[in-house]
């Protein structure tokens, strides 16, 4: 079965502390891997798109990278206002159904 | 700048109402989602729509129904309200082609059946 799988579920970083965050996928024919960011009360917004294995997109503090079975979301020296969840979703060639992960809830602490 | 907007931020109806959920989208996107999203389960798919007139059934589409009349617009019904319905509602739009398929998000209607 098509799978998307997000680790950790929470994960809470003093400010400045530097972490990755883990999302495995078992989708067969992959158009793209996308992430989210969501904050309370609010629906997602659009991160990055990956399309294939070795692909690195950046933003601020964000970098999203893409092997053939995950992907990360670094964040690099992460202040306050990076405290969200963030979402994973993979996208397949066959189709226009996105299947999401459950998210990792990210707090950052001053 | 990309526009997905939903008709209502908050609802709150009574169990065996029919609620009427819509959505608009501004982008010209073929393809139109509903998810609720609850949590520890994620976003779920209701139902989406990949062209006017057409709709697929996603993951959990029991007492619910879409209408899609015009590209810019997609509307979720839920013909007879129920508690367990009680949810956040998300639209969300996307190409279906030309190498850009993400997904845009509305800012969600948070439901309660009473």
């Known amino acids: 079965e098509d799978q998307v799988t997000q680790s950790p579920e929470a994960l809470r970083l003093q400010e400045g502390e530097s972490s990755s965050l883990n999302c495995s996928y078992t989708?067969?024919?992959?158009?793209?891997l996308f992430w989210y960011r969501q904050d309370p009360g609010k629906g997602p917004e659009f991160l990055f798109t990956l399309y294939s294995a070795g692909e690195e997109k950046e933003k601020e503090r964000l970098k999203a990278t893409l092997t053939k079975k995950e992907s990360f979301l670094h964040i690099t020296a992460p202040k306050p206002e990076d405290s969200a969840t963030y979402l994973c979703a993979s996208l397949l060639v066959t189709g226009n159904q996105f299947y999401f992960g459950t998210g990792t809830s990210l707090t950052v602490i001053p | 700048d990309v526009k997905v907007t939903q008709s209502s931020r908050y609802l709150v109806k009574r169990t065996g109402e029919k609620v009427f959920l819509e959505c608009v989208q501004d982008m010209d996107h073929e393809n139109m989602f509903w998810y609720r999203q609850d949590p520890g389960l994620g976003l779920r798919l209701i139902y989406f729509?990949?062209?006017?007139?057409?709709?697929e059934k996603g993951d959990i589409p029991e007492g619910y129904s879409v209408s899609r009349e015009k590209k810019e617009r997609f509307s979720l019904i839920l013909e007879s309200a129920s508690t367990n319905q009680t949810s956040m509602y998300l639209c969300?739009?996307?190409?279906?082609?030309?190498?850009?398929?993400?997904?845009?998000f509305g800012p969600g209607t948070r439901l309660t059946v009473t």
């Open positions: 989708v067969s024919g992959l158009r793209g």
């Open positions: 969300a739009s996307s190409l279906s082609a030309g190498g850009s398929y993400e997904q845009y």
């Open positions: 729509s990949y062209d006017v007139k057409m709709k």
